[in-house]
Structure formats: C-alpha cells, structure tokens
C-alpha cells in the first residue's frame, strides 16, 4: 500500500459504526479513509502529515440534522441578540448596532429569549426607547415569534382593528392595542416589507454560517427551510453559488419550504426546485413540512387543551398549520415522488399527524427509502413512541431543549399540566423502542454546538456555560447513553441525510469527514462532556477548521 496523505495516531477513535469498535490510528489517501487500526507506521511516508491525537479523540465528523446555516450566519452579520440574557442587555445591544448604521432603513437582528420578558412578550414600547425613527423586527431565538417597535406596527398598518391572521396571533393589551410581539404568522404582517437581502449578501451569510458550523466539528448539515420565511430570502441560490464555485465544503441536504397556505398544487414546483437546486454538496431533495408552532405561545398542536397555568383547561389546543385531510394527501405524494419529508413537530397532535401522514404514504406506496423523520418531538404522547419503529420514521432530536430551564418552568411546564409535561422529550423512550435516532440543533433558535446537546441528552440537565439557574436533571429516566448520542449525531444524522454510504463512521472507503476533539470524553466524568471542545475539523482529509492555541 503507498504512503497516506494523512495520519491520526495516538488514539482513541469512536467510530460510530454498528459495534462502536474503538480504534487507535487512521490513515487518509486521496481524500478518503484508506486503514482504520491501532499501528499504521508503515503507511507513514516522507510526505504524511501526521496528527498526533495524544490521547485525544477522533469521531467522524457532527451531522446537523435541523440547522439554519445561511440564517444563523445572516443573524452573526445582523444584531445578534442570542449572547444576551436580559431586556437591558439586548437595549444596550441595538442601541450601539442602530448607531452604527445610521442609513439602514430599517434594524433587523434577532436572537432574543422569551424567559427574558414577562409572559415571553416583549413590548414595542420598550423598543421605541433605543429605536424611535425607523422600524425594526426583531425574530426571537426558535423564530416563532418576532419583536417588533411602533414605527414598524405603523408601516405594516397593524393596529386594534387588524385581525389575527389564522396562523398565528397579535400580542394585544387590555384593550386590544397591539403591543409589540407577533406569533407565528402574525409575523408575515411586517416581514413581507422587508428589504430582499442581495444574491451576495446570502452567499456571504452561507459562508459565515459554514465557517461557524465546522468550528463545532459539523461538516454536514439538512438545512430546514429552503424557501422564502421569516425576515431572510431563500437560501437555496446561496448554495447553489457556493456549490458551483467550490466554496460550499458542507455536505448540504436542503429542505424545500411546504407553504401552509397553499396545497398539493405546490408540488409540480417543488419537483422543479429540486432539479434547479442541486450543485457541488448541495441538493434540495427534502421538503420541510412545519406541522405546529411551539408551546410556549400556545401554538404547538396538541391532542387536549392547554392549561391556564392554574389546573384549568382552556379553549386553546393549538395550530395544525397543514390540514390533516391535506397532509394525509401531500406525503403520499411526495414520497411517491421520492421526496423525503422533514417534519417540524412540537405538540403531541401534530406528531401523531405528522405519524397518520407518513402510514397513508406506506399504505399507498408500499415501504421505501426516503428516510422521513420528524424533528424536536417535545411532547410524543407515549401511544406514538413505537410508531416511530413501526413506520421507519427518524426521531430528530434537538437535544440541547431537554432541560429545566426559565422557559421550560415558567412558560411551558404551567400550562401543559401532567401527565404531558412527562412526556417531553422522550429519547430514552425512542431508543428502547428501536427508532433511528438523528440529532440537530436547529441554530440559530439555539447554538449548533453538538457536545452540549450530547451533554444534555445523557445528563438531562444544561452543559457547562449553558445553564440558566440551578436545576435537576429533566426526567432523567429519557436519557440517553454518549456513545448512543455520538452515534445520533454522526451515523444517524447520515443515514437521515442518505450520506450513510460515505460519511457517518470511521471505515475503510468513506471520505475522511472528521473532527478532532481535545479529550476523550468518555474517559472523564459524564457532567463534563459539555466541556469537550472542537480542535480540527476536516473534510475529505483538507483541514477546513483548527482551533486558535495561542
């Protein structure tokens, strides 16, 4: 055998393949993973580059099976809120950002908690004391909701008299005054004003929002929302320039936008995009169906109401934004046309819609290989937890939620009452059942950091640096072991991604798609796991990441 390009030695290496064998050395030719063992001395030529691990571990590179890399890296090139923590702060923040741009027509950022304001509401009235002059929209961290001044709520014409729209909701006071939060499709009121974002603007935005994602070792991504929603345009041409050019060092699926407010009419376009956005890594070959809203505002759909947060039912059990009736229709159509869907499903009715829609397209069709799977599942009523199994449908976690944290104890756990507030997040659930588990962050609604979502699935409690108080761990019987986390976020991911014949595992023959970590961390104690750091990152054996020593 000749000499190799490249040598990890010094060991460990997980990986991730179906016995989770160990190893100690990796050798990479040409850009793929040519001997996995414990000495490859003889493989060491003039020419290889050798990485000594010392120790250290070597796992195939993170896939983010849910992210938002061209909208993570426009909010890094906008006011970013998400390092802040309070009302104040964020003030600070866009009053120095507002400064700075003097001739920008409008202020646009993001990136806020709802935890940090009273009810998750925050008010025009306060935005109007740092902005007064020109409008801004300000979209929280999960992008279901967006805060907004009063010179915005004037430009779109909202006030008491403007209806809800039938997707989402106008935050309102006593008297019906808007106040300054919009939910979900109230949202669509202010961002349809928007300026569109330049061609190049996006590209560079992708670029950022790569470079941040192979800082944590990612080096595969579904990006969830190919389509125009929210305050950013449509990502897909960004990646077909990068694609083209070189530039994209991902390997990118792209999630083609479902727009609810449309029908299986729609899909004729789809199967266009699909052929047109397709270059280099990149290709659209999935369609993202967001089924509810979350539950802090009252929008994921849910099986029974929700509660007031006094032991009394309400008359509010959610939003299905897809009728069931056209749900049940559109995914036996698009995997007939061998579209894999992604749902986004947060309440315990829309996983059982989006689990009723995936068992009409196997009636119709008959088994396949599109690889369906449904993301965040944070409340799987336990009737559901085997389907997952039974239907072939991936359990796409985002696991770095699965904690106790302000908004989980103030704006959820209240009004979801038991026995549903113990059945959020059921991993350990799903693992046992047998379900093919992925794992995501979906940043930029929280970071993209695979070992602190990997902390919290086997902790059930917040890594370090990420915790927002002291808590117990969350209903730690739905943990999750590291090894089975790992595995989540690299061969799960991949198979999600249908990479799993190139990338995901540390074998002969598949690209040398890898991270380098700064220690082992199933050599330490689990509530340090979170600590792990990213050291390098590769793809296809060419460094694309390494960490600053200095």
């Known amino acids: 055998m000749p000499y190799a390009d490249l040598v990890f030695t010094g060991g460990p290496v997980f990986t991730a393949n179906t016995v989770r064998s160990r190893a100690g050395a990796v050798a990479v030719s040409r850009g ?67 400064a700075a741009r003097p001739d920008d027509p409008w202020i646009l950022g993001g990136g806020w908690s709802m935890s940090a304001f009273p009810g998750g509401t925050p008010t025009a009235s306060a935005l109007d004391t740092v902005i007064p002059d020109r409008p801004a929209f300000l979209p929280n961290r999960d992008g279901h909701g967006a805060w907004v001044n009063s010179a915005a709520l004037r430009r779109a014409g909202i006030d008491r008299d403007t209806p809800d729209p039938a997707d989402g909701r106008i935050e309102r006071d006593a008297d019906g005054n808007p106040t300054g939060t919009l939910h979900e499709g109230a949202m669509s009121l202010v961002n349809r004003l928007l300026p569109a974002e330049p061609p190049e603007r996006m590209v560079e935005a992708l670029l950022e929002g790569q470079r941040y994602l192979h800082s944590f070792g990612i080096t595969a991504w579904q990006d969830a929302i ?110 007939a046309l061998g579209f894999q869907v992604h749902f986004h499903a947060i309440g ?37 937890v085997r389907r997952f199994r039974d239907l072939g449908v991936a359990a796409n976690m985002q696991s770095l939620w699965a904690t106790l944290e302000p908004q989980m104890v103030e704006l959820t756990l209240p009004f979801l009452g038991e026995p549903r507030s113990g059945w959020q997040y059921p991993f350990g ?54 090894a089975t986390s790992l595995t989540a976020y690299t061969a799960g991911s991949a198979w ?20 380098l970590l700064d220690r082992d961390p199933f050599a330490g104690p689990a509530d340090e796991i979170g600590a792990t750091r990213v050291l390098q990152t590769f793809v296809e054996g060419e460094r694309v990441f390494a960490a600053d020593r200095s």
């Open 348 to 384: 315990d009715r829309a996983v059982r819609q989006c689990l009723d829609a995936v068992a009409h397209a196997l009636d119709r069709n008959g088994p396949g290989d599109n690889r369906h799977h449904i993301a965040h599942l944070q409340i799987v009523h336990p009737d559901d």
């Open 226 to 335: 190919i389509g125009s929603y929210g305050d950013a345009g449509d990502p897909g041409p960004a990646y077909v320039t990068a694609g083209a050019d070189g530039r994209l060092t991902g390997r990118v699926v792209g999630a083609l936008w479902w727009d609810r407010t449309a029908g299986l009419e729609q899909i004729p376009s789809l199967v266009e995009r699909r052929e047109r956005y397709r270059a280099g890594r990149f290709a659209a070959t999935s369609v993202k169906v967001m089924q509810d809203g979350v539950a802090e505002n009252f929008t994921a759909s849910m099986l029974e109401p929700y509660g007031d947060g006094h032991g009394h039912p309400t008359d509010n059990s959610g939003i299905s934004f897809v009728a069931p009736e056209v749900l049940n229709e559109a995914v036996p159509e698009l995997d």
């Open 496 to 515: 999600v991604n249908h990479l799993d014949e190139a990338t995901g595992t540390i074998e002969v023959g598949k690209y040398a798609d890898l991270a």
């Open 32 to 98: 793929r993973i040519v001997a996995v063992g414990h000495d490859l001395d003889e493989l060491v030529g003039p020419s290889t580059e050798v990485v000594d691990l010392a120790g250290r571990m070597l796992v195939p590179g993170f896939q983010d099976a849910h992210v938002h890399a061209v909208w993570g890296g426009l909010d890094r090139l906008r006011c970013d809120l998400s390092p802040y923590a309070s009302q104040p702060e964020y003030l600070q923040a866009l009053a120095a950002f507002a």
């Open 429 to 482: 659930d799903l693992q046992r059942s047998g379900a093919v588990l992925a794992a995501g962050s979906d940043w930029s609604v929280s970071s993209p950091n695979p070992l602190a979502a990997i902390h919290t699935a086997v902790n059930r409690k917040a890594a370090p640096g990420f915790e927002e108080g002291e808590y117990d761990a969350f209903l730690p019987e739905q943990s999750i072991d590291l």
